[in-house]
Structures are given as structure tokens and as C-alpha cells.
């Protein structure tokens, strides 16, 4: 069961069990693939030192990415990439089918000029992306070094990072929960107690329905450990 990120001494430590640290990393690991990326590359021995946007593509081809959905376990099911955004067939611009969570990771500059939009995505969005990389395989490092242990421990830096990664989580669960207006937030939750309630009374969830109870437990985890993270830092 989880602890509260809380700031000693110098870093936000939390205590974190085995399935609490494999959520985290699997989701982490998710989104590195909607964006394109490869968990792990370019990773460094130490987390304080990860994060740094790479100045090129990984060594690796990017269809490696392919090969990565297969590591995701049950937990993350309905995280990974989805059906294309717009015309069949379209590609992003880093390969692989685009992705309607990247509307939310890298929006439009502007919604109603599609060429200003175009110019802007051309020039920013693969520096963009590199960053959210990078901070998301600050959080599957963090979850590697905390695996023996169960705790968590984020210096100042890492743990701005892991902040950012874990709104682009959530981002990516709110896309596949449907969390779109106000109030949706609220039907995500009623939903998930409801799934909760049947399983303790021993109905069985159909496949859908088992990977929308995954995913809303997900998104209220990833979002109260990021305020509890938060509030470590701003306390500190």
C-alpha cells in the first residue's frame, strides 16, 4: 500500500509496493511508445542525471517500438496506442499510426488554422516530445532503483520531472477513459467503485469492462500520488 510522497532531508521519498511500482513504470512506459520512444533508451545509471533531451533519435529504429506493446502487462491494458486520429493510414511523424492521446500530449497551437497549426507542430513538437521522453524515462528509473527497496526517492530536479511525467499519464488515461468536460472526472470514479463493488461481490467483469476498472484505478492513483508529490516539494 502505498505512502505518501513526504520531503526528507533532501529528496520526496514514498514507499511503494511491488504493484504500485510496475503501474508506474508500465504507464510510463505507455506513453514513451504513443510518443514514439523506446523505454529505457539513452536511460543513465542515475536518476538525477536523467532527463536531458537527447540531440538525436535513438540508435535503434523507431519499428522497434513495435515490439514493445508485448511488455506491457494487464495492468496497462487500453494505455498503449490506439486507432489512427484522423484518415486511415496516417502516420505521425515518427512513425507508427497517430494516436488520439497525442491531440492532448502535443496540442495545436491554433485549432482553426490548420497551416499555422502544421508550421508550429514542424518546429516544436519533436523537441517537445524528446523532453516528455526524457522525463518519463526519469519515472521508469526511478521505479527501477526503488524495485529492491519498495521506496521511492526523487531529489529536486528528478522530482519536477517525475511531476511532468505523470501528468502526461494521466493525460494519456483521461484520452482513454473519455474524461473530456467537467464532470466526466466524477462519472471516471463512480464508474470504478461500481466495477470495485461487483468484483468484492463476486461478479466477473467482461475483458472491456475489466480494462476500464484497470484504467480508472490508474488515473486516481497517478493523480493522488502527483499531488502528494507536489505538495512535498512545495513544502519542503
Known amino acids: 500500500m502505498a505512502r505518501a510522497f513526504r520531503w526528507e532531508g533532501d529528496a520526496a521519498v514514498a514507499h ?3 504493484l ?3 503501474a508506474l513504470r508500465e504507464g510510463a512506459s505507455a506513453v514513451i511508445t504513443v510518443l514514439g520512444g523506446i523505454p529505457g533508451v539513452d536511460l543513465a545509471a542515475s536518476v538525477p542525471s536523467v532527463g536531458a533531451v537527447p540531440d ?3 540508435p535503434q529504429e523507431w519499428s522497434e517500438q513495435e515490439d514493445i506493446d508485448a511488455r506491457f502487462a494487464e495492468l496497462t491494458a487500453g494505455l498503449g496506442p490506439t486507432e489512427p486520429l484522423h484518415d486511415e493510414g496516417e502516420r505521425s511523424p515518427w512513425g507508427g499510426s497517430r494516436d488520439s492521446a497525442l491531440a492532448r500530449l502535443l496540442p495545436p497551437a491554433h485549432r482553426e488554422d490548420v497551416e499555422l497549426a502544421e508550421s508550429f507542430a514542424a518546429v516544436a513538437h519533436d523537441s517537445v516530445r ?4 526524457a522525463n518519463l524515462n526519469t519515472l521508469v528509473a526511478a521505479c527501477e532503483q526503488a524495485e ?3 521506496v521511492m526517492v526523487l531529489d529536486a530536479a ?3 520531472r517525475v511531476m511532468a511525467a505523470l501528468t502526461d499519464i494521466r493525460l494519456v488515461l483521461a484520452d482513454r477513459l473519455g474524461i473530456v468536460e467537467e464532470g466526466d472526472s466524477e462519472r471516471v470514479e463512480t464508474e470504478t467503485r461500481w466495477f470495485i463493488d461487483r468484483v468484492e461481490r463476486g461478479d ?3 475483458d472491456d469492462e475489466q480494462v476500464r ?3 480508472g484505478i490508474h488515473h486516481g492513483f497517478m493523480g493522488w500520488l502527483q499531488e502528494t508529490l507536489v505538495e512535498a516539494v512545495l513544502l519542503r
Open 213 to 215: 476498472l484497470n484504467l
Open 158 to 160: 528528478p522530482a519536477r
Open 204 to 206: 466477473r467483469l467482461d
Open 130 to 133: 524528446r523532453a516528455k521522453i
Open 16 to 18: 511503494l509496493d511491488d
Open 148 to 150: 529492491e527497496t519498495g
Open 56 to 58: 538525436g533519435p535513438p
Open 20 to 22: 504500485e511500482i510496475e
